[in-house]
């Protein structure tokens, strides 16, 4: 038996979407995903964010996946990150992954102000402790052969 497909497709799949020319300041938090042609400025949490190459998000987010063709800035804490437009500085972004794409224009570069980025699971402190130890003066003291 065929599944069953809807003639629309993506049209009909439930989006928060703030359109080109709208500006949205506040907190937006949202169970599905959400599309940005406009502006945002504020606190986001969703399971995916795009931003595409009209829009801009700027403050602190929460979201499953990052998707931006636009501009960003704030703190942005993702599983996932493909970026394509631009990031401002002191910009932070936590990720588990980072994919970030040229632009086909005449310059290919990618370039990144004052930003922090953090790609990967993040560290353990306890075993860290463990295998070094600081002295008095700063330095790293390796630790004990057992």
């Known amino acids: 038996m065929s599944e069953a497909r809807n003639p629309l497709g993506s049209a009909t799949e439930k989006r928060t979407l703030v359109e080109e020319g ?7 938090s949202s169970t599905c995903p959400v599309f940005v042609k406009g502006g945002v400025e504020g606190d986001v949490q969703a399971p995916s964010l795009t931003v595409a190459t009209t829009g801009t998000v700027s403050g602190k987010v929460k979201a499953g996946e990052l998707r931006s063709e636009g501009t960003i800035s704030g703190e942005f804490d993702v599983d996932k990150v493909q970026l394509s437009g631009s990031v401002k500085d002191n910009t932070v972004i ?4 980072l994919e970030v794409k040229l632009s086909t224009s005449n310059k290919m570069q990618v370039v990144f102000g004052e930003c922090e980025l953090e790609v990967g699971d993040q560290p353990v402190r306890e075993k860290a402790a463990d295998k070094a130890h600081v002295s008095e003066n700063g330095k790293s003291i390796p630790p004990e052969s057992p």
């Open 22 to 28: 709208t500006t949205f300041k506040g907190t937006l």
């Open 94 to 97: 936590r990720a588990k992954s």
